[in-house]
């Protein structure tokens, strides 16, 4: 009492090139014992699946880059940006303020440490955005792919 039945038949099994289908069976109206039996080609069935499959794996992609992007984006707003900042006001704070010595140089010290943590961030960051085909295979093959 299935509404749809799809059957798997091979044809000429013996030959080189086995010929693969469906038979699907389909109820069209229970009450006048109405239905259709429909033979479909395994290839195009199959390659259906396979384009189905490749759309779903594209879409995983698309979302890991996605959420790749967001979390890059986060990265730069909340530290580097920060850092840079932070910075920006040592900067504009030495070139204002009347400091001492010995201040001037404390908040030179500041800002350089500051800076040279912000640029160890970036070079990390590149590091892991940077294609692994590069690392596993070198400069011409992460071209050419």
């Known amino acids: 009492m299935m509404h749809e039945i799809s059957i798997p038949i091979t044809l000429a099994n013996d030959k080189r090139h086995p010929l693969n289908y469906f038979l699907i069976y389909h109820v069209i109206d229970v009450p006048t014992k109405v239905f259709s039996l429909t033979l479909k080609s ?24 996605e959420k790749e992007r967001k979390n890059i984006s986060e990265d730069l707003h909340d530290s580097i940006a920060q850092s840079m900042y932070s910075a920006i006001m040592g900067v504009r704070r030495l070139a204002k303020d009347s400091l001492s010595p010995t ?43």
């Open 42 to 65: 395994r290839g195009t069935i199959d390659r259906m699946d396979e384009m189905a499959e490749q759309r779903q794996l594209s879409r995983y992609v698309s979302e890991a880059q």
């Open 103 to 145: 201040e001037t140089e404390e908040l030179t010290a500041g800002i350089e440490k500051q800076l040279n943590d912000t640029l160890e961030e970036v070079k990390g960051m590149a590091l892991d955005i940077r294609p692994s085909v590069l690392d596993n295979f070198g400069l011409i093959p992460a071209l050419r792919s």
